[in-house]
């Protein structure tokens, strides 16, 4: 709640940042809140305090800049310079050794020491031909050292590239951040997402496509497996009713070569016959036996 209120209304984020530290005092970000709210207050004395306090929690340097400035606030500008010079600046993120140059050439101006104020400013991140989040808060102090110097056309060229810079990364005179979109950016993005598009269309199609080859292939494989399956069927039927006519015919066989009852007449009457024959030949013998 503090941090979404400091621009807006610093007192009453103050008054948050204090009921915080009341139930949470001992948690780091909970006095970094604090310290910062003071500072935006105006209580440097608090301000001060609260910062050391977090810097001993956390073992963090990153409030570096508004202790110096703190000190400064409370009218010491050469513990500032001392608060300052105890840091090693190149442990340091970019943002904070910049804020920390420009909090030391504050101090340099309190005591009145303009060329050294100057001096403090110097550092790598002064390029008039770059801009970064830090560049025009960096090129402004820059131009209000030269300002006090007397170096007028030096200060304008300074002040010239602040504003650049500023309209560069979209930073309103109010210091807040504009977002700045292109409609061509847009425009490009539609393209892509439509290439896109056409091209998932076109994978689908050729998706489908295979889809169908491989149906069309599964169902010629199916077709020639049913008229395999038709052929063996039919060949089964065949072995069948051929089987069933030599079973026919062996059963006719059998019919056939089984004697009716007229042959075996026939038979029995043929056996009499030669029973009737052998008898008579027998009587012819015994009568031609009995004449002699």
Do not use: C
Not at 161 to 190: M, N, P, S, T
């Amino acid at each position: 709640m503090a941090s979404r209120l400091i621009d807006e209304d610093p007192q009453l984020a103050h008054e948050h940042a204090l009921a915080a530290s009341r139930s949470a005092g001992r948690i780091a970000i909970v006095r970094e809140t604090l310290g910062i709210t003071a500072y935006a207050t105006e209580d440097f004395a608090l301000a001060l305090r609260e910062l050391r306090t977090y810097r001993r929690i956390s073992g963090n340097d990153d409030q570096i800049a508004l202790m110096v400035d703190s000190e400064r606030g409370i009218g010491r500008p050469d513990r500032a310079l001392e608060t300052g010079r105890a840091v090693d600046r190149t442990s340091l993120a970019t943002p904070v050794r910049v804020a920390l140059a420009i909090a030391m050439s504050g101090a340099r101006l309190d005591q009145g020491d303009l060329e050294l104020a100057l001096g403090e400013l110097e550092i790598p991140e002064l390029d008039p031909d770059r801009a970064f989040d830090w560049s025009p808060a960096l090129f402004t102090a820059r131009a209000a050292v030269l300002e006090d110097l007397g170096r007028t056309e030096e200060a304008e060229f300074w002040m010239k590239r602040a504003e650049v810079a500023a309209e560069a990364l979209g930073i309103d005179e109010a210091g807040d951040e504009e977002i700045f979109v292109e409609d061509h950016l847009i425009e490009d993005e539609d393209e892509d997402d439509t290439a896109d598009d056409d091209t998932a269309d076109d994978d689908t199609a050729d998706d489908d496509t295979a889809d169908d080859a491989d149906d069309a292939d599964d169902g010629s494989e199916a077709s020639e497996a049913a008229d395999v399956d038709a052929d063996a069927d039919t060949a089964s039927t065949d072995a069948v009713v051929d089987d069933a006519a030599d079973s026919d015919a062996s059963r006719d066989g059998a019919i056939a070569a089984e004697p009716s009852v007229e042959d075996e007449v026939r038979e029995l009457l043929g056996e009499d016959d030669d029973a009737q024959a052998a008898e008579d030949q027998e009587d012819d013998s015994a009568g031609d036996g009995q004449s002699a």
